[in-house]
């Protein structure tokens, strides 16, 4: 398996490096029998761009925790991902919002390391092509991620 991230940090928050988010990846595609060449961007902001990004994307006007881009979704919104060792899959885009990730840490009572490695888990299985749309998308994808943060130890 290889995989190529870009990370980002726009924010005063600068716990956070590539190799953190790589170990979560690397759990993830593990945990899933994933063996490729996968390539995506890790970016943390703030609120204002979260805000601005969930706004003109989504037609959402409010900040979020995460919002992820999938550069292989299909015109239903699915994604079909492909493992190849030889051709990279650009998987697309995460974006973080650190402030949200903070308050939610504090709110769920729980540490910021587990709540960014919630946010990064959950924004990586979107571009994987997984979603909680339906009930049943529900309980895989809310599943893997449970499994993901045990293994995580968080």
């Known amino acids: 398996m290889e995989i190529e991230l870009s990370f980002q940090n726009n924010t005063e928050l600068k716990t956070y490096n590539e190799d953190y988010f790589l170990n979560i990846a690397e759990t993830i595609f ?14 943390l ?3 204002e761009e979260i805000h601005r990004i969930n706004r003109e994307y989504r037609k959402i006007d409010r900040p979020t925790d995460v919002i992820s881009f999938a550069f292989e979704d299909d015109f239903e919104g699915e994604t079909k ?9 650009d998987l ?3 974006f973080i919002c650190s402030d949200v990730c ?4 504090k709110e769920y009572g729980h540490s910021l390391d587990r709540e960014m490695s919630f ?6 299985l979107h571009l ?3 979603d909680h749309m339906t009930k049943e998308d529900e309980e ?7 499994k993901v943060m045990d293994l995580l130890k968080l």
């Not at 593990?30 to 970016?43: A, M, P, R, S």
């Open 128 to 130: 994987l092509g997984y």
């Open 102 to 105: 903070i308050n939610q840490a």
């Open 45 to 47: 902001v703030t609120k």
């Open 140 to 146: 895989v994808m809310f599943g893997i991620q449970n």
């Open 119 to 124: 946010l990064t888990c959950h924004g990586l």
């Open 92 to 94: 697309g885009e995460i």
């Open 30 to 43: 593990k945990h899933l029998n994933l063996d490729g060449y996968f390539i995506f961007e890790i970016n």
């Open 81 to 89: 991902i492909v493992a190849s060792k030889d051709l990279p899959r």
